[in-house]
């Protein structure tokens, strides 16, 4: 059987998401061989978020002028070396961090392009399904990464080395499927020698600002927190980073199972992402205060997944009707750069509960996400 181009994209998309998350449990592994900190753990989370909105600054803009392949192809064999690079950095905090570092610029990169990329590639044949198959494939990617490097992590052979060789060889094979794609960026014939049209039609920006981009950092933000925030600041008795590989492959599964149910909630998809943020972290609020409840922190991280999966469907969706025709690059650049701004939750909660105790920071949290459902509820109306 012959894939389709957007599927053979989809399959890019998820190879390249897999390695994001492949160091998420080997942080503890770090920990312990470099003598790191919370701080510095949650840190080093956060660092991949800042090359990501690095990227973005160019990634959009240049997919815009250049096409997309020219983009999303080359950041994709960033994203390789930089797996690569990890086999060189477990002895070096500072490497970790600037191998983390262009781990984040390449997979930024490839994420908005991509996607865009991925969503038109779809329309050109007729299908609407790009916009869940390209959350589908990322929050898949997600999920796999965290919990094949936990398992190998614990008890396999090579655990700071073998997981990201293994992601380099799946890239490898992904980058060789996407070759064959079309090119699918087409420019208004009326555009040639003229200024380039703003990135969103006339009052898109308004919508953009106060309803998609509220949301859109609930796409990292919830799963980000229940894969680096909370195991550190909880803890596991046992097994820490097989559990915290499993957490994570809950987080990122529920989000990838979750995405295809834009297609069923329409309007509501982006509510109903809002209140998973509301059961998430007053779940996780709960397993902090009250040790009994510890392992509820497992289903609450499920609802975190979810809700970032939902989240991240339904923001992809809203995209091409505030896009100028061949604008779409770059708002997509500008939706992930906001979503991105939720990889810092972890090092936030990690500070304010370095003041306070997590239980209460993590109920501040979900209240509001409670507001956030309300505010989205009406703006679909």
């Known amino acids: ?57 160019f990634a959009g803009r240049a997919a815009d002028q250049l096409g997309r392949r020219r983009v999303v192809l080359p950041g994709a064999v960033c994203a390789a070396a930089a ?4 086999v060189l950095a477990v002895d070096s905090e500072l490497l970790l961090y600037v191998v983390r ?33 390209a959350a589908v494939a990322m929050t898949g990617g997600f999920a796999i990464g965290p919990v094949y490097a936990g398992l190998i992590g614990q008890w396999g052979p090579w655990p700071l ?37 703003g990135a969103f039609r006339p009052g898109a920006r308004r919508t953009a600002l106060l309803v998609v981009a509220p949301l859109a ?28 590989g499993l957490m994570g492959g809950l987080a990122l599964g529920a989000g990838a199972l979750a995405a295809p149910l834009q297609g069923r909630l329409g309007p509501r998809t982006a509510p109903v992402a809002a209140a998973c943020g509301v059961v998430g972290l007053g779940g996780t609020a709960l397993a902090a205060a009250v040790p009994g409840l510890l392992l509820l922190a497992v289903p609450a991280s499920v609802a975190l997944g979810a809700g970032g999966g939902l989240a991240l469907a339904s923001g992809i969706s809203r995209l091409p009707p505030l896009a100028n025709e061949g604008r779409l ?5 500008a939706f992930y750069a906001t979503a991105y701004i939720g990889f810092g939750f972890p090092l936030m909660i990690t500070t304010l509960a370095q003041r306070f105790s997590v239980a209460p920071v993590l109920a501040v949290l979900a209240g509001l996400c409670a507001v956030l459902a ?4 009406r703006a679909r109306l």
């Open 217 to 244: 950092i609930c796409v990292y933000a919830f799963p980000a927190s229940a894969i680096a925030a909370v195991p550190v600041l909880v803890g596991f008795p046992v097994a820490p980073v097989a559990l915290t």
């Open 1 to 57: 059987m012959t894939w389709s181009p957007d599927r053979r994209l989809a399959v890019l998309l998820l190879a390249v998401a897999t390695g994001t998350n492949v160091p998420t449990p080997l942080l503890l592994l770090y920990r312990e061989r470099l003598a790191m900190t919370d701080a510095s753990l949650t840190a080093i989370f956060g660092v991949y978020a800042l090359g990501l909105m690095l990227a973005l600054a």
């Open 101 to 133: 570092f262009l781990q984040g610029a390449a997979s930024g990169t490839v994420f908005s392009v991509g996607s865009a990329w991925l969503v038109e590639t779809a329309l050109r044949r007729g299908s609407p399904a790009g916009p869940r198959t």
């Open 161 to 197: 080395v073998l997981p990201y060789l293994l992601h380099v060889v799946v890239l490898l094979v992904a980058l060789l499927a996407a070759r064959s794609v079309a090119e699918s960026l087409v420019r208004p014939p009326s555009s040639a020698g003229a200024s380039p049209p």
């Open 374 to 377: 309300v505010q989205q509820e």
């Open 329 to 333: 690059g770059t708002v997509s650049a």
């Open 83 to 86: 797996s690569a690079l990890f």
